[in-house]
């Protein structure tokens, strides 16, 4: 993938205004992948695309409502957990759940693309 010129002149102000904060993130990026990977070897395509090819417009309309329970889950949990203040019972911690909010937004990017194949 190529960026435009202002792209990169984004980054490097970023980076050189804020060090620490980009650092933290790129770490954190590389957090994700490593989860979804790890996610994606244990599952495959089919929890995603629900076993079609993301052929059709269908496809992706199913998989990407698949998508929005799974993040509905994930906002309900978080709900529970940061707004009501309820505690952990099922061993998934605030982290873990923003994870995979983050992963499912990347996934349901890629649905949208029909390139979760």
């Known amino acids: 993938m190529e960026f435009s010129k202002e792209d990169n002149e984004a980054v490097e102000w970023c980076e050189k205004n804020y060090q620490d904060m980009t650092t933290e993130y790129k770490k954190i990026m590389m957090e994700q992948y490593v989860l979804f990977c790890k996610k994606h070897r244990n599952y495959g395509t089919g929890n995603i ?17 698949g998508i929005w329970f799974r993040l509905n889950d994930k906002i309900q949990r978080l709900k529970n957990l940061v707004v009501l203040g309820e505690p952990d019972t099922v061993g998934e911690s605030v982290k873990d759940t923003y994870q995979d909010l983050s992963v499912y937004g990347i996934i349901a990017q890629i649905v949208s693309q029909k390139k979760f194949k």
Not at 49 to 65: H, I, M, Q, R, S
Request: avoid cysteine.
């Open 49 to 65: 695309n629900v076993g079609t090819n993301l052929e059709t417009d269908g496809d992706v309309k199913l998989a990407l409502t």
